[in-house]
Nanobody
Framework: QVQLVESGGGLVQAGGSLRLSCAAS????????MGWFRQAPGKEREFVAS????????KYVDSVKGRFTISRDNAKNTVYLQMNSLKPEDTAVYYC?????????????????WGQGTQVTVSS
């Protein structure tokens, strides 16, 4: 089993930055692909970014490309999401997810483990 705990969310003005962290416990995630998803009120949970086990392969939803960066530190069993140039439409609960294979995915159903989420609110 893998337990995931997100942190780093909060309230920020448009144009600002936040760095989300996802700390894993229970077992090493060094061979797991990891992802970030988000869910805004009244909307489906959507893919944001993913990273392969090695960190060499990353994927992003078009709306965050050039603004968000996903990274990982396998020694710390932690995944990060650096969010710059935040917009009000980025407001959502952000979830970290783990997939028990090395290649990343944009598909929510392909992730086995989920954190509880952290709220990100961007004011205009």
């Amino acid at each position: 089993q893998v337990q995931l705990v997100e942190s780093g969310g909060g309230l920020v003005q448009a144009g600002g930055s936040l760095r989300l962290s996802c700390a894993a416990s229970g077992r090493s995630i060094s061979s797991y692909a990891m992802g970030w998803f988000r869910q805004a009120p009244g909307k489906e949970r959507e893919f944001v970014a993913s990273i392969s086990w090695s960190g060499f392969s990353t994927k992003y939803v078009d709306s965050v490309k050039g603004r968000f960066t996903i990274s990982r530190d396998n020694a710390k069993n932690t995944v990060y999401l650096q969010m710059n140039s935040l917009k009000p439409e980025d407001t959502a609960v952000y979830y970290c997810a783990a997939r028990g294979v090395r290649s990343s995915s944009t598909v929510r159903g392909e992730y086995e483990y989920w954190g509880q989420g952290t709220q990100v609110t961007v004011s205009s």
